[in-house]
């Protein structure tokens, strides 16, 4: 691959022939990034519920119909090849990563497409702000909270949520870049104590890697699409195919595309 | 008014008269009923985000558009006369209770209107179920809970529940009944134990009346549309109307078009 292609089409040409296979931090950097989650059609609306009464964490980008593996977001796509690595979990206990998921494939299956938080980073770039992580060359660092889900049927567990570090004057501003973006987490969860959400070592992350909080400085804890992973391992799902984190799939849309509309503008 | 209509049109019409201000279970059995919010256009953006975020105690039927006192769900209604009570909250704190609120009327209010679990008991009762208040002639307990919500802008606030007691063999069965109301805040968020969710006296609820827990029972509880009535209180909105709980908004949709739909029909 071309390592400096910006264009969502190369990239997925290039991790679905296997020239590429990292994260897709700071690739496409213009467009919409999803998390992904595949479950057999047994448990689709019970997922439908999770993602419905979650939306925080698990807000939809888009659910394909039964069996199919081409999203409206991105027509030329193979969800079953274009993402760099997949986690596959039976029963809450991971099966295995791959490359691609082509010989797994079911037509039973639905493919659940979440919002990312590479959306509002892009926001929060825009307005001048570095994220940590970024700084750091590191992975996102990602936490196991106390935040219980409201329970959906057959899926219940807590949430996951992204932490990055911002002095406490800027998290009315850094609310207020991220907050329309509600397809990808929108807001923070949380800022300050990260017990009172249940997280003891934040130099400890159950996802990604740990960043240096500076003095001054507060963690700031936004959903993370990550939770469905979590709660398909808490609710010991049958079967569930997902994205290694950071691992994502990239779509041919632009993040403007997801700003929520204020409610004046909705009729 | 006559004590048998089951006429939305009707009882709306008694209620605007005067003939009838009590609470509303029981009334037009078959049609949808509404919490209502009012905000100054001011705090519209922070309540939609509220409610976005906050989908299952508050759950959107409708939002009308800016200045509009007609609702799509009931376009011969009038928001301003057509509830029993309404209740005045200026910075958190109650300012009046009113039959009507015409002379409150401004041009930048923007009304919220919620789902209600009125919606949800007829699907329980359809199936068999008798609701313990309906058999002690009380109005629903509520309470104030430990559950944080998703803040929003200047919103934040705990959640409010509902609670029935139920068998616990029939817990299944009441949560799949109640499931597909996503829009009346759809199955329970938590069964058993109140301590769980920061509730310490079952017996003394914070609204509607406290009912018989019998031996060999559990309290379930369901997401309540009162929760932003407690959002107006703890977050201090400067001004807030809302119904007065359990006198609520009678449209004129029928339960069943609230029915959400599974993801294999989505698309």
Known sequence: MNAISTDP???????????????????????????????????????????????????LVEVLPHGRFTPACAPDADIRTDLPQYRVYRKGLLLEKRADILDLWREDFVTFLIGCSYTFEHALQQAGFVM??????????????????????????????????????????VREITRPYRAAHGEPVHWGDPEAIGIRRLDRPDEGDAVTVERGEIPVFWGCGVTPQ????????PYVIVHEPGHMFITNMHHEELISQSPSARR
Chains 1, 2 share one sequence.
């Not at 040409?13 to 690739?27: D, F, H, V």
């Not at 467009?31 to 992904?36: I, R």
Request: charged letters at 20%; glycine letters at 6%.
């Open 9 to 59: 089409r190369e990239i997925r040409e290039a991790i679905r022939s296997g020239a590429y296979a990292g994260p897709t931090a700071g690739l496409a950097p213009d467009y919409v990034q999803t998390n992904l989650v595949i479950v057999p059609s047994d448990y689709a609306s019970d997922m439908a519920d999770l993602c419905a009464r979650n939306p925080v964490p698990c807000a």
């Open 132 to 173: 940590r992580h970024h700084a750091e060359g590191k992975s996102v660092p990602m936490y196991r909270t106390a935040i219980n889900l409201m329970p959906a049927g057959r899926l219940w567990g807590h949430m996951i949520v992204s932490m990055r570090p911002f002095k406490p004057q800027d998290v009315d501003a």
């Open 230 to 237: 979590n709660v398909a391992i808490e609710s010991r799902i």
